[in-house]
């Protein structure tokens, strides 16, 4: 069988799941703490275990269908034991050989050993982010955030380890010293190493290696309301999306939309009364006299505002997006969040040595100071607002001319925003004489997969095969696929494809992740 890896994403993250059967080193999520990545994965202590537990077992793929939210919690608390007992006997070895006497200890006694400790619980708590943001219910975020800080507390030793540091620290000083007996093209295994040592030792100077006392309690505090805000963030913005839907049964308001957004809200409104009211008595579904039922989801909301012609319907569906999670709903409002994030961030980056977050931020990233970001931010504005208002100006003339008396100037002193998309849609297809409808039948699901997939043949070598039913899934719409060598037909990796929303259940953002 293949050894499967894959990442846990980010602490307070979820993200969508591949797999590869390459080995990996170390990565950094993008949640601020360390992602471990792994190769091997861990199986339970006891097949009994294993059985009860279907995140327990983890020899392959996740059993999708098999995981429940109570799972979650004794799965979590069996791998943080063996983790804090398996890292306390690795922080001993690595302490206990710290003389001036002693040789630094090898790179295989130290990365690989914490990638394997921490593998167990990385796989689990992955499957879990990835089910908070794709399968998302009350138990699962019940489960989820009562687990969270007690995974952010255990990761944190790793990045806070001075006993992991100082081995880090000693291996990438001897490989800086015997640099001279090295040769130029160095093996790409030992550079992949070198990045990982390097890596690593940033990932935790940033996650607070250095602080002591009250200060790093302090830090570590700010870490764990960090992930906590940020779960609720999008929590409030998932369930407020959810909240929201127009109903609208007036025909001459849909003149002019295109058959497949009409079809799309009319088939939700008959989903939303079959899932409120059951299957009894349902209405069939009407394209052309409705009911249509528009929501907050991106392939819903858009096509509102790109097609339909009564600006107070797309009025009430713009200002519905603009006002998710705010003060229109204090119970859900994420403004006070918002506040807080920017405050801890600040807090953290002065404690670390940094004038402000974004410091922190690009302390790990290409760009080499905010200066630069500013610069390069300054350099497109001075280019794309020119355009930007020029075409506004089109816009404008546009609905002047063939809007009606209510986009006169004497009516409408100028453009609202839930007018630009729909009259930059109008101009689109003045200046082209084409409609997104007409374009339509060339990007169906299939049609694109096919070419995305040809593509990737062509350029890397690789054959992307269907392998529907291999592997338990989330949800039945979500597919299954292998990539193979060409040149060897060797497996290399597999990814799931979950293309459609849901907004029942699934975040507006978890549409990938390593």
Not at 28 to 33: A, D, I, K, L, S
Not at 179 to 187: K, V
Not at 473 to 495: E, G, L, Q, Y
């Amino acid at each position: 069988m293949a050894s499967y890896a894959t990442t846990y994403g980010t602490i307070s993250g979820a993200r969508a799941f591949t797999t590869t059967t390459s080995s990996r080193l170390i990565s950094r999520g993008r949640g601020g703490g360390a992602s471990p990545a792994f190769s091997g994965l861990r199986m339970s202590s006891t097949t009994e275990t294993m059985v009860q537990n279907p995140l327990l077992e983890q020899d392959s793929l996740p059993k999708f269908e098999s995981i429940e939210p109570k799972h979650l919690t004794p799965a979590v608390e069996d791998l943080l034991e063996k983790l804090e007992k398996d890292f306390a006997n690795l922080e001993e070895k690595l302490g206990s050989g710290k003389s001036s006497s002693s040789s630094p200890p090898d790179y295989e006694d130290v990365l690989p050993e914490v990638e394997r400790i921490q593998a167990g619980l990385g796989y689990t708590w992955g499957v879990a982010a990835h089910l908070n943001g794709v399968k998302n219910g009350d138990e699962l975020r019940e489960a989820y955030e009562s687990n969270q800080p007690k995974v952010i507390q255990a990761m944190t030793q790793f990045s806070q380890s001075k006993p992991l540091y100082d081995a880090l620290s000693a291996i990438e000083k001897r490989w800086e010293e015997e640099e001279g007996s090295l040769d130029d093209d160095d093996d790409f295994l030992t550079k992949q190493k070198r990045r990982a040592v390097n890596n690593s030792l940033r990932s935790m100077t940033l996650g607070g290696v250095g602080l002591e006392g009250e200060e790093k309690e302090r830090f570590n505090e700010m870490k764990m309301r960090l992930a906590s805000l940020s779960n609720s963030f999008s929590n409030n913005v998932l369930d407020e999306t959810k909240a929201f839907s127009v109903t609208v049964d007036d025909p001459a308001k849909m003149k002019g939309v295109p058959d497949s957004a009409k079809a799309q809200w009319a088939n939700a409104h008959v989903q939303y009364i079959k899932s409120s009211q059951g299957e009894d008595d349902v209405p069939e579904m009407d394209p052309e006299a409705g009911p249509w039922r528009i929501t907050l989801d991106m392939p819903s909301y858009l096509p509102a505002l790109m097609h339909i012609p009564d600006r107070e319907l797309r009025k009430e569906v713009y200002m519905a997006n603009l006002q998710r999670a705010s003060e229109a709903n204090p119970e859900k409002n994420n403004i006070p969040l918002i506040y807080e994030i920017l405050k801890i961030k600040q807090e953290m980056a002065k404690m670390l040595g940094f004038e402000n977050y974004a410091e922190l931020s690009l302390a790990s990233k290409m760009a080499p100071s905010v200066q630069s970001v500013t610069e390069l931010t300054d350099l497109i504005a001075e280019k794309a607002v020119p355009a930007a208002k020029k075409e506004l100006e089109e816009i404008t003339a546009l609905a002047r001319a063939q809007g009606e008396e209510e986009y006169s100037e004497e009516n409408l002193e100028k453009l609202a925003p839930w007018d630009v998309t729909f009259w930059s849609e109008r101009l689109k297809e003045s200046k082209f004489s084409m409609t997104d409808e007409e374009l339509r039948p060339y990007f169906a699901l299939p049609a694109v997969l096919d070419g995305l997939f040809g593509l990737v043949d062509r350029i890397f070598n690789v054959e992307v095969k269907a392998a529907d039913g291999e592997a338990e899934v989330w949800h039945p719409d979500v597919r299954f696929f292998k990539v193979f060598d060409k040149d060897t037909d060797k497996h290399i990796a597999s990814f799931f494809l979950d293309p459609f929303s849901r907004p029942e259940n699934k975040r507006g953002g978890a549409w990938m992740d390593d």
